[in-house]
């Protein structure tokens, strides 16, 4: 007897991480990949987290200003509440800035997936300093597909891997985009500006810690 044929077998699903730098396309990665699950008529549930309204509250959306609708949450537990009671209603789960949530969005992926779920998430795998990001790297690691985008250095043009934060703070969560961050490759990163540089960038940005 196939493994199939057991009674209450469900399929694995799969676990997508897409990353990179900032300005490298992954939320535009992730709206193209959530329209196509919706164009082959998959059910479709977006999720992103409260502290990022940069560009539209209730809805993924890219640099590029494409956008998807979703669901705004504070937390993993929040994320859970809301998509639980429909579970049996959608397919395929969309997270964007993943790096926003706590570790505990690692189990919750791989719980999902074992549920027969496509579970797609975009995020950050480095912070400002060049380090690790949880939980990205963690996702990555449990992933059935990774897929990791460069930007384009805004210093010298080559392909850029970090993002280079504008600003003094050292706090590891400071929401902002162009004008508070550019993307840098290897050799123009610089994880730390000088205090005086750094001054009056510092001021246009929202600082959270976390």
Do not use: W
Not at 21 to 27: A, L, T, V, Y
Not at 146 to 171: E, Y
Request: charge should be neutral; glycine fraction near 8%; hydrophobic fraction near 45%.
């Amino acid at each position: 007897m196939s493994q199939t044929s057991f009674p209450g077998y469900v399929s694995p699903g799969r676990i997508e991480v897409i990353t990179g730098p900032m300005f490298s396309g992954k939320s535009e990665e992730l709206i193209r990949r959530l329209k196509r699950a919706e164009i082959a008529k998959r059910k479709v549930m977006c999720f992103k987290p409260d502290l990022d309204a940069r560009y539209h509250r209730t809805a993924i959306a890219s640099h590029s200003a494409q956008t998807l609708n979703a669901h705004t949450v504070a937390n993993v537990g929040e994320l859970r509440a809301v998509l639980f009671p429909l579970l049996d209603t959608f397919e395929v789960i969309g997270v964007d800035e993943a790096q926003f949530f706590d570790p505990s969005l690692v189990a919750l992926s791989l719980e999902l997936m074992h549920l027969g779920k496509r579970v797609i998430l975009a995020g950050l795998d480095t912070t400002f300093a060049g380090e690790p990001f949880p939980p990205v790297p963690e996702l990555m690691a449990v992933a059935d597909e990774v897929v990791k985008l460069s930007a384009v250095c805004m210093q010298c043009g080559a392909p850029a891997v970090h993002t280079q934060r504008l600003g003094a703070s050292q706090a590891l969560v400071v929401v902002g985009a162009a004008g508070l961050y550019e993307a840098r490759c290897r050799a123009c990163f610089k994880p730390y500006l000088d205090e005086h540089a750094s001054e009056q960038l510092e001021m246009q940005g929202l600082v959270i810690g976390r």
